[in-house]
């Protein structure tokens, strides 16, 4: 296909109502800030576009939660996440916010537009009504059961158990987020979008199964994307309601539409334009927006996650075409779903590695996780971030194969030469020699096919065989046994070895950019201007050159730190089974106060503990009841250590007929409170030790 004049690159806009977590990055913001990095590289004229989504219901719901406004909520959010992007590298021309004014007014121009062509079906339908709150229930104001699982807390747009897309009406057993009320239906008008009428030209400019080589109308989709697109299309389009009853968001610019706003997912997809013209009118350049959106030179691209296929590929591009005068995306390389440890990542129950801690916890592996993350991106399927697998790719990967022979080429250079860029000496380049150096243009290549087809971790993996050639090539020549028969030889060996360093240099910057600065730095080259066509190029390094000290790259990460990390999730886990748990029901039976009167408790003092060999769960302890000293099974060791048991005081059922507990006599049984979630704690009277000695009776 013919070069594009320029490209404009949009990822999905995070949606302000919490940080962003590993999921965004590895389904929308690492790959797109490799694509957007590599044609930087390439000198293409490109534009990376990003900005915080601060409209919708659920912004709105969290405000109310937190008793602060929707403003509050967003403005807390988009300093997070920006402030995140920026320290991860995420090199966006503009990150933007869609409650900014330029926003505010290119999606109400934009709304006008429509409607001024009579693009827009006016209709009053009837809707959810809280007559508590006395307001209409949008989106995910109202809940319910899915009636495609039966599921229940499905949200009146979306069941995200199933993932079916909902209308509120659908939902079994209705009930108002704000007060719980079971919803009446009202009548309300509001504007929809007629899909149904853009279906033939959705048909023709998304189904046609060839590319642009083919007479198609833009690059092969990727056939996760295309698939949820011809479903979609078989399936028939329907007229989507474009405003909402809501009073966050953009106010629906026509006469009699008090209280309406737009909907947050026609308002979203314009913040990518209204990003776009706010960075040109930041240089003071306010028509410069226009050829990126305008021409059909330039080649749009947009970024996303699997759940967003529809809006990008189906109602964005209707809108645009029903404005007129907006270029179509080039394509979407949409990515399904991260999970995290096997599970489902989500904000609401906490089950996320959130980028700002990542940051705080592991300063200076910003390229860890970059790596990490696009080595296991979910490009055709969903794929599990684990923190073993972290650990295995640093330790196996980032550290013995890229740092590794980094470390090597530079180190040796400083042992045998002093540090400076030897010339080929000798018989000059051997055979072998020029085997490995052709080897750089050919991985190169690779590296272009796959970013240019948003195969992103086929490119990583091939930026990594350079590190993996230069690793062969020193274990080949072995420049350290060499040195001591010929050291023109050695001289050559470290030139070309030098050369695939500079190649892997330039080849590692879209994927590891702070890696990059680093390895520039040590090997003294300029931090501008390297561009891609240099990979391969062996006049960068020229002999007599001085390098820099070698550093270390990447460092081992020990088991101690994922361990750390793990515990943090478990603890996670915990405190969410404990917000979700229900105290058990109540027993049925009554008893009699004698039987009760016939227990005796008594206040004891744990005086000795060990663990009970062989098992995981119980503690043998010695036990001061005031009436003798005695021995005691207790099934608490996943919960106490022996030294946290003792000098406890504990209360102590002391007639319980004993029992043989792992061959340990048990005389008796120590008084637990268990919480829902299954946690153990000690039960003691409260105050002075004197006010309630061992021995003391409890009844
Ligand atoms: N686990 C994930 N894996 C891959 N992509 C994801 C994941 N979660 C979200 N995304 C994508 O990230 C982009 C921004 O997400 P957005 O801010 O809308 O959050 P979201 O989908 O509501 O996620 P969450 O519910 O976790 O907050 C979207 O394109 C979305 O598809
Ligand atoms: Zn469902």
Redesign the pocket.
């Known amino acids: 296909m013919k070069q594009p004049k320029r490209y404009l690159v949009t990822s999905?806009?995070?949606?302000a109502?919490?940080p962003?977590?590993?999921?965004?990055l590895?389904?929308?913001?690492v790959p797109s800030d490799i694509y957007v990095r590599y044609l930087r590289g390439r000198g293409a004229d490109v534009l990376s576009i990003c900005g915080s989504?601060e409209h919708g219901v659920?912004i709105t719901i969290k405000a109310k939660k937190e008793g602060v406004t929707p403003q509050d909520v967003v403005d807390k959010y988009h300093g997070i996440i920006k402030d995140a992007f920026e320290r991860f590298g995420i090199s966006f021309d503009i990150y933007s916010r869609t409650s900014s004014e330029m926003h505010a007014r290119t999606a109400s121009d934009f709304f006008r537009k429509l409607y001024e062509q009579g693009d827009f079906i006016e209709q009053t339908t009837e809707q959810y009504y809280d007559p508590e709150a006395r307001q209409f229930l949008a989106d995910r104001y109202i809940t319910g059961t899915c009636p495609k699982c039966h599921s229940e807390g499905a949200y009146g747009d979306q069941c995200e158990k199933c993932g079916s897309t909902l209308s509120p009406t659908e939902l079994i057993d209705p009930k108002s987020a704000i007060t719980g009320a079971t919803p009446v239906l009202k009548e309300t008008r509001h504007w929809f979008l007629p899909l149904d009428r853009y279906e033939t030209f959705l048909r023709e400019w998304i189904l046609r199964e060839h590319g642009p080589e083919n007479g198609g109308t833009h690059e092969v989709w990727k056939s996760n994307v295309y698939g949820q697109c011809k479903s979609w299309l078989d399936g028939g389009l329907l007229p989507r309601a474009v405003s909402r009853d809501l009073d966050w968001g953009i106010p629906v610019p026509v006469e009699g539409a008090e209280g309406k706003v737009l909907y947050v997912w026609f308002d979203a997809p314009i913040g990518y334009i209204s990003a776009t013209k706010e960075l040109f009118a930041g240089k003071g350049d306010p028509e410069g927006w226009r050829p990126y959106w305008q021409d059909g030179d330039t080649k749009l691209v947009h970024?996303?996650?699997?759940?967003?296929i529809v809006f990008h590929c189906i109602v964005f591009p209707s809108m645009l075409k029903a404005h007129g005068g907006f270029i179509l995306p080039e394509n979407v390389p949409?990515?399904?779903?991260?999970?995290l440890e096997n599970d489902?990542?989500?904000?609401?129950r906490n089950w996320?590695v959130w980028l700002h801690e990542y940051l705080d916890e592991f300063p200076g592996k910003e390229d860890v996780l970059r790596y990490v993350l696009c080595a296991n991106a979910?490009e055709t399927k969903?794929n599990d971030f684990t923190w073993r697998d972290f650990q295995a790719r640093n330790n196996n990967e980032l550290v013995a194969i890229f740092g590794n022979f980094v470390n090597r080429a530079l180190v040796l250079t400083h042992k045998y030469f002093e540090g400076r860029v030897p010339a080929i000496a000798g018989a000059g380049l051997t055979d072998y020699d020029r085997e490995i150096l052709e080897e750089i243009p050919r991985i190169k290549a690779a590296i272009e096919q796959n970013i240019e087809n948003y195969r992103f971790r086929e490119a990583l993996k091939e930026m990594m065989n350079l590190a993996r050639l230069g690793n062969k090539y020193l274990a080949d020549t072995e420049p350290w046994k060499t040195v001591k028969t010929d050291e023109s030889r050695v001289a050559t060996i470290l030139n070309v070895s030098l050369q695939i360093t500079v190649s892997l240099a330039i080849a590692c910057e879209p994927f590891l950019p702070f890696t990059a600065v680093k390895l520039r730095g040590m090997l003294r080259l300029p931090q501008t201007g390297m561009q891609w066509d240099n990979i391969g190029c062996m006049t960068l390094l020229e002999p007599g050159h001085e390098l820099g000290q070698a550093e270390l790259l990447f460092e081992k990460i020990e088991d101690s730190t994922v361990e750390a990390q793990l515990k943090k999730l478990e603890d996670t886990k915990a405190a969410n089974a404990a917000a979700n748990a229900t105290a058990a029901p109540a027993k049925e039976n009554t008893v009699q106060f004698d039987d009760f009167a016939a227990m005796d408790i008594r206040v004891s003092r744990v005086v000795a503990a060990e663990p009970v060999p062989k098992t995981k769960k119980l503690l043998k302890l010695t036990v001061d009841t005031g009436i003798d000293t005695r021995t005691i099974v207790s099934g608490i060791a996943e919960y106490f250590t022996p030294e946290q048991m003792v000098g406890k005081r504990v209360l102590v059922l002391a007639n319980l007929a004993p029992r043989t507990l792992k061959g340990i006599e048990s005389q008796g049984m120590i008084l637990m409170a268990e919480s829902p979630a299954g946690k153990l704690s000690v039960v003691a009277p409260e105050g002075e030790e004197a006010d309630a000695p061992a021995g003391s009776v409890v009844g």
């Open positions: 999905a806009l995070p949606y109502n919490g962003v977590h590993i999921g965004h590895a389904g929308v913001y989504d659920p970024f996303i996650g699997k759940d967003n949409a990515n399904e779903f991260l999970n489902k990542i989500s904000t609401s996320a979910p969903d």
